[in-house]
């Protein structure tokens, strides 16, 4: 991943985006076949929030030593690529929110998860860039959902 790259990503939110500079070493230690995936994974992070109804604060800081995104009434969005599953990536949720249930619920099996906690990709596929946007826009908006059946999520043709 070229600096440019990064800076350029980066630049998507310009003052909205309050990164920990460790952040950009674990995706630069990420093997060169999931680089690429991981690094569109981020920019769809940013370009989610960038056309959120709201203007939204995201902070991109390292929890588990894991690129994540907190806003102030979202829920933590995580996301990375494990050694022990190298073919796969994923976004992760707190296990404990409605979240990947309501996923479940609306999309079904447009999308694949582990348990309660994830979103899983797989390296080799394209995703579904509209359907995860929306998950990534639920997640960071929680707080602000969560009372709604399927936290306001509807299905997407």
């Not at 309660?116 to 946007?133: G, H, N, P, Q, W």
Request: glycine share 4%; proline share 5%.
């Amino acid at each position: 991943m070229e600096m440019t790259e990064w800076n350029e990503i980066s630049g998507i939110l310009g003052k909205r985006l309050q990164t920990d500079p460790r952040v950009e070493t674990v995706f630069h230690a990420y093997p060169d076949k999931v680089k690429q995936p991981m690094l569109d994974l981020r920019k769809l992070v940013l370009t989610t929030v960038k056309y959120m109804d709201e203007e939204v604060i995201l902070e991109e800081t390292l929890k588990w030593g894991e690129p994540s995104y907190l806003t102030k009434h979202g829920s933590t969005l995580r996301m990375d690529w494990k050694s022990r599953s190298p073919d796969q990536y994923a976004l992760y949720f707190k296990c404990t929110s409605k979240l990947v249930p309501a996923f479940k619920s609306v999309y079904g099996d447009r999308l694949q998860y582990e348990t309660t906690r994830a979103i899983i990709f797989k390296i080799e596929e394209s995703i579904d860039t509209d359907l995860i946007s929306r998950c990534i826009e639920v997640c960071l908006r929680y707080h602000k959902v969560k009372q709604y059946p399927n936290l306001g999520l509807e299905p997407i043709k």
